[in-house]
């Protein structure tokens, strides 16, 4: 394990910037910490930063939010500072957010997935910045499922049919890179020309996974309290548009799928005899399991449960999709898509859609079982991502 590693929070509070007395506005939330676990929004003040408002993103300021509700303004109890909530009435600071505001700072970690909506947030944040020519200064972090862009997954997403806060603009479902070099990326990309500074991390590499510099997990939300459900998160988050659970309400949130109906052992046993072919070092045991909420809260159901022998060879998008499409031949009759209601998509439509970033997802699971595996690496395999992000790689 490497213990050198530091945030680019961590190099940001060894600094003077000429900026630290300005008016700051923080975007951040409890998930936020330096190395030493304490939260950035309190080592900053410590340090003497002057910061004198707090933006949150879904899941509010402390992170405990759940998923797709809604979060109001609040102050925050640790720093006693005003909190704008940019999941509630609005995804963007508005113009009276900002007057008198110097320079505004970003200090989110990430999931390395798409639909992980902090991201978008980020962008949004932005575009706000660049409209008032206000600084935006981005303390990056590594990705927690690596920098490999070898091991990034598709589809990339169609931003004409498929643009939601779950997915903009078009990148992968899983892509590889810091949050830092998708602002430098979407800043030029995107022609948004905003003042952007990002302080880099010390000592990471793109190879490295949470696991290989931190033995402790800092939970990023609700149903992402331990590492191997961010490993498994990119995949499994699309039972989201099923009606089996993934997990919520459970332990092991999206390391799991099950339901009442769910066959676990056969389920399991399938997938372990088709899952070679698409990644490696993956296995699924039977499981039984009651979550307290979402999905069946309450029901007993029947799943698997997913482990991961080996990360730096795991195809989390490639293995969810076949693991619904073998519930999907397992169950006909008890099987099925569903909406998935959230604050910025009430009526939680095309939920399957949104996340995939193509239109018409569900055709593709129509595919016969023998084929779907062809079907699955002809969506993930992307040509041209690492060319696009190169210019903008910071590790």
């Not at 936020?32 to 707090?54: D, H, M």
């Amino acid at each position: 394990m490497v213990n050198n590693i530091q945030f680019g929070i961590d190099v940001l509070l060894a600094q003077q910037p000429v900026w630290k007395s300005k008016r700051i506005a923080l975007v951040t939330n409890h998930a936020a910490t330096t190395r030493q676990f304490l939260p950035s929004r309190l080592a900053l003040l410590q340090q003497g930063f002057n910061i004198v408002k707090l933006f949150s993103p879904e899941h509010g300021l402390d992170t405990t939010g759940a998923d797709g509700q809604a979060m109001d303004n609040a102050i925050d109890t640790l720093t006693k500072l005003p909190v704008i909530s940019l999941y509630g009435d609005k995804l963007e600071p508005s113009r009276s957010d900002l007057v008198g505001i110097d320079l505004v700072l970003f200090d989110i970690p990430d999931i390395g997935s798409r639909f992980y909506t902090y991201l978008w947030t980020m962008s949004y944040v932005l575009e706000a910045c660049a409209a008032l020519n206000i600084p935006f200064i981005l303390a990056d972090r590594p990705n927690p499922l690596s920098g490999n862009l070898g091991l990034a997954e598709g589809p990339m997403l169609d931003e004409q049919q498929c643009s939601s806060f779950i997915g903009r603009w078009s990148i992968p479902v899983k892509h590889s890179c810091t949050i830092g070099e998708l602002a430098l990326y979407f800043n030029s990309s995107r022609g948004i020309n905003c003042s952007l500074e990002v302080i880099p991390c010390v000592n990471w590499h793109r190879n490295m996974y949470y696991a290989d510099w931190s033995a402790s997990f800092v939970p990023l939300s609700p149903a992402i309290p331990v590492f191997e459900s961010a490993l498994l998160y990119p995949g499994l988050c699309f039972l989201e548009a099923t009606n089996c659970s993934e997990g919520r309400g459970t332990a092991s949130p999206f390391r799991m799928a099950g339901a009442p109906w769910l066959l676990g052992t056969e389920t399991a046993g399938l997938f372990n005899t088709m899952i070679p072919a698409i990644s490696k070092d993956v296995y699924a045991r039977p499981v039984v399991f009651t979550p307290t909420e979402g999905k069946y809260a309450g029901q007993r159901c029947e799943g698997i449960m997913l482990h991961v022998a080996d990360s730096s060879a795991f195809l989390p998008v490639a293995t969810g999709w076949l693991l619904i499409r073998i519930i999907k031949e397992l169950h006909p009759k008890d099987f099925r898509w569903a909406a998935y209601p959230t604050h910025v998509n009430p009526s939680g439509k095309k939920h399957l859609d949104l996340l995939s970033g193509i239109w018409n997802t569900e055709s593709l699971f129509d595919e016969a079982l023998p084929d779907f595996v062809s079907v699955v690496k002809r969506c993930i395999v992307l040509n041209d991502w690492s060319m696009q992000v190169q210019p903008y790689l910071l590790y």
